[in-house]
Every structure is written in C-alpha cells, then in structure tokens.
C-alpha cells in the first residue's frame, strides 16, 4: 500500500499553514512545497471541499486553516485526499464474504486511529523537538531553511 503524492503534499501544505498561523498564497505554498501550482491548486481545492482549509480570493487571497490546529487531524487530511483511505471495498460494508475482509478492516481501522490520533498541533510539537535536537547536534547538515537535512544521533 503506497499513499499518494496529493496526501504527501496535501499535508505538508496543511502544516505549513498550522505554522505560519495564517493565510499563505499558493505562490508561498508552490514555493515551500516544491511543486507545481496547478497540482497543489487541485490538493487544495480538494481540502476545502473538505472543510479542511479555507480560501480568500484576490490580491490578499490565499489559504488558511477552516479549524485551529488542535483540532485538525492528519486522518482529515488524508482521508479527504485518499477516497477515505478505502484501501479495498469491503471495508465500509458488511461485506463479510471471503476470510480476508478481517485483515482490510482492522488495518483500515488501524491506520485511520492512528492517523485520527495526531493532530497539526502535535505535528507542530514534533518539529520543535526536532529542531532543538537538531540545533545540539554538530554533525547536522543544514537545509538553507534551517531545518536538518541528515538523521542525527541524538
């Protein structure tokens, strides 16, 4: 099972936006995110389809986050880009036909608690622990962001 370019960049562009705590434009987000507008415009109109983000038009236009970031889930993000994460039919049905539909369900299950269990906030949390290990550490390479770009040792 492989998620998908939209999930990936669809929640790297939701945290940025938990980050910045503010409206950021699709030019910022292409730019932060390193990928083409026209793909990111389709992620992000899709989250707000979702209800995930919000969007303002005209020159102050951008994206922001519709609920604050404690109260976003990664599984909201995800689920609205990947079909609901249906990784096989039978696993929203009764559909209790062949021995395997045990197996696709607890793993739906599974995935989306997890998923459900992480919120931006505690994505945000993660980062801040990151980079304080990160700025200790003098064997990190850094990225021209400041973030590291090799797994430290500590």
């Not at 970031?69 to 995800?78: H, K, L, N, Q, S």
């Not at 980079?131 to 590291?148: E, I, R």
């Amino acid at each position: 099972m492989k998620i998908s370019s939209k999930a990936h960049y669809g929640l790297q562009a939701v945290f940025l936006l938990a980050k910045k705590e503010g409206v950021l434009s699709a030019k910022e987000l292409e730019k932060e995110i390193g990928v083409s507008g026209k793909y990111l415009e389709r992620i992000m109109r899709t989250l707000s389809n979702a209800g995930v983000v919000k969007a303002n038009r005209g020159t102050q236009g951008g994206y922001y986050l519709a609920k604050p970031p404690r109260e976003t889930t990664a599984g909201e993000v995800v689920r609205a880009l990947e079909d609901e994460l249906e990784i096989i039919g039978c696993v929203n049905n009764s559909c209790n036909k062949c021995g395997t539909s045990f197996v696709w369900k607890k793993l739906y299950y599974g995935i989306n608690k997890v998923l459900d269990g992480i919120t931006l906030e505690d994505m945000l949390k993660e980062e801040d622990i990151l980079a304080s290990a990160c700025s200790s550490c003098d064997s990190c390479a850094k990225n021209s962001d400041g973030a590291c770009s090799t797994k430290c040792s500590k």
